[in-house]
């Protein structure tokens, strides 16, 4: 009987035996196999290394990738994965549910804080669309999340990486330039992450912001201001793209950020005589006259601007000193922008780890990769030469206008530009500011009219505009002519005014469909994005539903009437809207729509702060009337530019 049992007992275990034993040999067979391919996946990289020919940052990229494949491949991921779950059960690292708490912390401290009242169907519905969201949750481990954010970085350092392999590989020769040149790649990582330092320290401003009192919005706006200070120039240039759009803004904040526009802080002498060395190889004071290093007119996120005199000789044969406008760029602009991109991505792939969900991770790349398209577009500020070239263009074309002026360009190099100095123009606030009653309306009225006929003849007649035309870039003479200043950017019209035009026919008609194919056709990865076109619609409606934009149908003039300038401003205000949280569909806008947007945006708020204190019928009856009389003004302007060239050329054959 013994015997029987223990038989039975055999026959039972033997089969339960046999499948641990061969789980357990598979799984170190996996894990041994996987552990081989490891260092077999470091070999293309050793190879490139090894070799004595140079790298290219796609060949880098490319061993990179496949070393981490291998990485993210190997059976200890799994394992993290099973660690990280049991952490994240009993708390001991952020979960779903701290998610979730978070989520509601920052969703009440937006309610609260919000200048005007969210109804509460919005907030339930936010709330059922989220716990759709996280309703399937594939969690990351601990050890992919770090080997994320160290591709990332790599990613980012790629060029400087092939650079300084390069570099070494020419050092085999003994050349002592490489060996300077190296020095100085290790000083740029230096100094970067002195920047990263600088910019993620500047974080610990949202404490502050979340313990002051929800309405106090003037505590609130200078506590945002300190922070984007810090943050530095990325981060000023998103500040003026804000503030020339301040409807979305409380008016406390809105002000404060409308300062960036104006002026911030001021490069520092040493900053500002290294730049001309760096030139010139000697100091502005040796260069120019009068050049006070420690007093400039006014400063941008990119540089400084400082009045000066320079000798010149007239047509007379006479020398004499002639006021100028020398305009110097901060040192290490580039840099400062990578670090600010950078930096927004590691919050980005941090908020994985604080905010663990799959389900997240779409609109977080797509925020990524938007972050960096928008850069991009801010990247061409940062050669003055190319600066020089667009402003000489539109200088030229200037000679054809009478109510808009761009200042010459005397001399330009990547970081000084020199150019003409116009005395008597003043910012838009100031002209403004200086006169009252009916002669401050007629000025208004006239400089409204001026700048929109700017606007279209660019649009119209050049097809280029520029790329960041907010009130700071505007300065204005007495009898209401328009300087346009600061041409870092500009944006070519070829081949978009067809796209840009449906795009806001479709908006104020609120039409889901073709606004989805326009998004589509803008992106960065149109293909891709055809094959979610169902969803990227269903998106827009509900988008258009919580802003209350309602199609329009036959009557179409009728409803615009009905709805009056409020219904009208909020279709406006939601085209901008979708252009700028297009991350929010997974769709990222090529840079060049989405600096149109950002330059349509700054005109726009340019256009409102002309009117400033006006009723709002006042400006778009100036607007009609502009928009209708445009053809006629334009061929009176050319007609007397003409008959100026007439005149002139006449009195010279007189003399």
């Given at each position: 009987m013994?015997?029987?049992?223990?038989?039975?007992?055999?026959?039972?275990?033997?089969?339960?035996?046999?499948?641990?034993?061969?789980?357990?040999?598979?799984?170190?067979?996996?894990?041994?196999?996987?552990?081989?391919?490891?260092?077999?996946?470091?070999?293309?990289?050793?190879?490139?290394?090894?070799?004595?020919?140079?790298?290219?940052?796609?060949?880098?990229?490319?061993?990179?990738?496949?070393?981490?494949?291998?990485?993210?491949?190997?059976?200890?991921?799994?394992?993290?994965?099973?660690?990280?779950?049991?952490?994240?059960?009993?708390?001991?690292?952020?979960?779903?549910?701290?998610?979730?708490?978070l989520i509601r912390f920052v969703v009440g401290q937006v309610v609260t804080r919000s200048p005007i009242e969210v109804p509460e169907s919005?907030?339930?519905?936010?709330?059922?669309?989220?716990?759709?969201?996280?309703?399937?949750?594939e969690l990351k481990g601990l050890i992919e999340l770090n080997l994320d954010i160290i591709r990332l970085v790599l990613r980012t350092y790629e060029p400087l990486i092939v650079e300084l392999i390069n570099r070494l590989k020419d050092l085999r020769k003994a050349n002592q330039e490489g060996l300077t040149d190296m020095g100085r790649k290790v000083t740029v990582l230096r100094r970067d992450l002195v920047i990263l330092r600088r910019q993620i320290k500047a974080i610990r401003y949202i404490r502050p912001f979340?313990?002051?009192?929800?309405?106090?919005f003037s505590t609130q706006a200078q506590i945002v201001a300190r922070m984007v200070r810090e943050f530095g120039p990325l981060f000023i240039k998103m500040a003026q793209v804000a503030a020339a759009n301040a409807d979305f803004l409380p008016e406390e904040i809105a002000r404060e950020l409308e300062v960036f526009q104006q002026d911030v802080d001021p490069m520092t002498p040493d900053e500002v005589n290294e730049a001309f060395l760096d030139c010139f190889g000697k100091l502005p004071t040796e260069i120019y006259f009068q050049f006070a290093v420690d007093k400039p007119l006014r400063s941008g996120s990119i540089g400084s601007v400082y009045l000066a005199k320079k000798?010149?000789?007239?047509?007379?044969?006479?020398?004499?000193?002639?006021?100028?406008?020398?305009?110097?760029?901060?040192?290490?602009?580039?840099?400062?922008?990578?670090?600010?991109?950078l930096a927004i991505e590691l919050m980005l792939v941090s908020s994985q780890f604080w905010a663990p969900h799959?389900?997240?991770?779409?609109?977080l790349h797509a925020l990524s990769d938007q972050v960096k398209e928008f850069t991009r577009g801010f990247e061409q500020e940062l050669n003055f030469e190319d600066e020089a070239a667009i402003q000489r263009r539109f200088a030229k074309r200037?000679?054809?206008?009478?109510?808009?002026?761009?200042?010459?360009?005397?001399?330009?190099?990547?970081?000084?530009?020199?150019?003409?100095?116009?005395?008597?123009?003043?910012?838009?606030?100031?002209?403004?500011?200086?006169?009252?009653?009916?002669?401050?309306?007629?000025f208004q009225r006239t400089l409204g009219e001026n700048f929109l006929f700017t606007l279209l003849e660019h649009i119209f007649i050049y097809n280029e505009l520029h790329g960041d035309l907010h009130p700071g870039n505007i300065m204005v003479s007495p009898d209401a002519e328009l300087h346009l200043i600061d041409w870092g950017n500009a944006v070519d019209m070829q081949g978009k005014w067809g796209l840009v035009?449906?795009?806001?026919?479709?908006?104020?008609?609120?039409?889901?469909?073709?606004?989805?194919?326009?998004?589509?056709?803008?992106?960065?990865?149109?293909?891709?994005?055809?094959?979610?076109?169902?969803?990227?619609?269903?998106?827009?409606?509900?988008?258009?539903?919580?802003?209350?934009?309602?199609?329009l149908t036959d009557d179409i003039l009728l409803t615009l009437w009905r709805e009056g300038l409020p219904g009208l401003h909020r279709r406006m205000q939601t085209s901008m809207q979708l252009m700028s949280n297009t991350y929010q569909l997974g769709i990222v806008i090529r840079s060049d729509y989405l600096h149109l947007s950002r330059s349509f945006v700054a005109m726009a708020g340019a256009y409102m702060n002309i009117y400033d204190g006006l009723p709002r019928t006042i400006m778009l009856r100036d607007t009609l009337k502009s928009l209708v009389l445009f053809p006629v003004n334009l061929g009176l302007t050319r007609l007397s530019r003409g008959i100026d060239r007439l005149r002139g050329h006449e009195i010279e054959y007189v003399a």
């Open positions: 013994a015997n029987q049992d223990q038989d039975k007992i055999i026959q039972i275990s033997l089969p339960a035996l046999k499948d641990r034993t061969g789980s357990m040999i598979r799984g170190v067979g996996n894990f041994t196999t996987r552990t081989i391919r490891i260092p077999q996946a470091f070999w293309p990289v050793a190879t490139l290394l090894a070799n004595n020919e140079p790298i290219k940052r796609d060949q880098l990229g490319l061993a990179l990738d496949e070393l981490f494949t291998s990485l993210y491949e190997h059976p200890l991921n799994e394992q993290s994965r099973t660690l990280t779950r049991a952490l994240r059960k009993y708390r001991l690292i952020p979960n779903e549910d701290t998610t979730e708490n919005i907030v339930n519905e936010f709330w059922g669309f989220f716990h759709e969201l996280l309703a399937a949750p979340l313990q002051t009192d929800p309405k106090d000798p010149v000789v007239d047509d007379n044969g006479v020398e004499r000193l002639q006021p100028i406008i020398v305009k110097v760029a901060r040192h290490n602009l580039e840099r400062e922008f990578q670090m600010g991109n799959s389900k997240l991770l779409p609109f200037a000679n054809q206008a009478k109510v808009w002026h761009v200042p010459d360009v005397y001399l330009s190099t990547s970081r000084i530009l020199e150019m003409e100095y116009v005395d008597d123009a003043v910012s838009i606030k100031e002209a403004i500011r200086n006169l009252q009653g009916r002669e401050r309306r007629r035009r449906d795009y806001l026919i479709n908006v104020l008609v609120a039409e889901p469909e073709a606004l989805a194919d326009i998004l589509i056709n803008m992106s960065t990865q149109p293909e891709e994005n055809r094959e979610r076109r169902d969803l990227i619609i269903e998106r827009l409606q509900d988008t258009l539903n919580r802003r209350d934009v309602s199609p």
